[in-house]
Every structure is written in C-alpha cells, then in structure tokens.
C-alpha cells in the first residue's frame, strides 16, 4: 500500500529564511509525488509534481522540492520564506498504474502547518 | 488546469438533515473526487464518482450516507445524509485526468457544521 509521512505537524521560520518542510512515502515502483498548499478556508493549489527525470523539481511561488530515492523522502524547499507562505502543506502520492481501481485517487500526508515570522 | 466551481462554500445544518455539495467544472473531466477533511486533518477521499454509474467508495464510506451523483462530464453532487455533529468537515471536490502523471485541481471546498 502506498503511503505519505509528513514528520512535523508544524514548522516555524523567520522571514527570509530558507523553509524545508519534510515528506517521506512508501510505494511500489516509481513513485509519482505532489504538493500542494491550502491557505485558510481555501481549496488546495498545487505547487509541484515529481513524475521523473531531474531530482529537483521547481514549483509556483519560488517553491522547490527535492527527490531522493535513496532516502524515500521528497522534501518541500524554498531559499527564502514570506510571511505570506504561512499555509498548511500536503504531500501526496499517486498510484502510477493506468487502469487500476487506484487511477487517480491521491494519497495524502498528514500536513504541515508553516508559520512564517517577519 | 480546471477552475472548479463548488457550492455552497459553507453551511451550518441541523443533525439529522441532509446537504447536497455541488461541483462545477468547467471543462470536460475525465475523473473526479470527493474527499473529506475533518477538523484539523488531513484530506480523506470519500469516492470516486463515476459518469453514468454509480460511484467507487472507499473503505468506510457508503453509498446511503454519501449519495454521490454525475449526470456528465462537468458536473457531480455528493450529499450528506442523516447529519451528525461528527460529519462537520470540509468536504472538497477534486478533478483530474487518468494519466497518474498529471496534477489533480481541488474546488474550494464546503465547510459544514453540524449542530
């Protein structure tokens, strides 16, 4: 079964400083990653996907995440935090098989609450 | 990407009603969901709703508390029946393509309290 772990339930950082927010799965076979963001009382925007090739993926807003098989994890990066970053954070993993009862659905981590402080 | 249209945005209902969720799209989809966030977690899917037929549940989750229609490719409803203060959630229509390397869109999600 595939699985997402997001091991902070909140990260905090100052104002114009680099922000990590961490996120490791559990699949079988090539994993297909996403993040997304939801600000207060709003649906989820997407930032970025892995699906394969480079292991640095560059997202919307300045955001970046870095894939690494070796380590299972594909972490959330940005080199310099906003206040208006200050969101709740998903990891999310997608069954890559075409046809299967799991097409399309979305496994989600349990989010991370990024505070940001000027 | 999708803009997709869900009403209502939030509603306080009485416990035993029901609330019927829309969601618009305005394109063509071939796939849409329904998942639930619950007060402060993460989002759960609820099932996938099918065009013409009825809908795939997940595990926990049954077609006579949540109905869920789509007549076409741009439209479904999921309803809440026989509400109970535990169903007060965000409940969040969601559309994609079959291809796994695509990017699924969310609405904006209903926020339903129960009292």
């Known amino acids: 079964a595939q699985s997402v772990a997001q091991p902070e339930d909140q990260v905090n950082v100052a104002e114009g400083n680099p922000l990590t927010v961490k996120c490791t799965y559990s699949?079988?076979?090539?994993?297909?990653l996403f993040w997304y963001v939801q600000y207060p009382n709003r649906g989820l925007q997407f930032l970025l996907k892995y699906i394969t090739g480079d292991n640095l993926v560059k997202g919307s807003y300045g955001f970046e995440a870095e894939f690494n098989k070796s380590q299972t994890s594909f972490h959330l990066k940005k080199p310099s935090a906003l206040v208006s970053d200050s969101a709740l954070y998903f990891c999310a993993v997608r069954d890559p098989t075409v046809g299967s009862s799991n097409t399309g659905k979305l496994i989600f981590g349990q989010g991370t609450t990024l505070q940001v402080k000027p | 990407s999708a803009v997709i249209s869900q009403k209502p945005s939030r509603d306080i209902c009485q416990r035993g009603t029901s609330l019927t969720i829309q969601c618009q799209v305005d394109s063509q989809v071939t796939m849409m969901f329904w998942y639930r966030q619950q007060p402060g977690q993460s989002l759960t899917l609820i099932a996938t709703?099918?065009?013409?037929?009825?809908?795939?549940?997940e595990s926990g989750f049954v077609i006579d508390k949540f109905p869920i229609s789509r007549p076409n490719l741009t439209f479904s409803t999921l309803t809440v029946s026989n509400m109970s203060p535990e169903d007060s959630s965000i409940y969040l229509c969601?559309?994609?393509?079959?291809?796994?390397?695509?990017?699924?869109?969310f609405g904006q999600g209903t926020r339903l309290t129960v009292v």
């Open positions: 709703a099918n065009q013409g037929s009825e809908a795939t549940y």
């Open positions: 699949v079988s076979g090539n994993p297909y």
């Open positions: 969601s559309v994609g393509s079959d291809r796994p390397n695509t990017e699924a869109f």
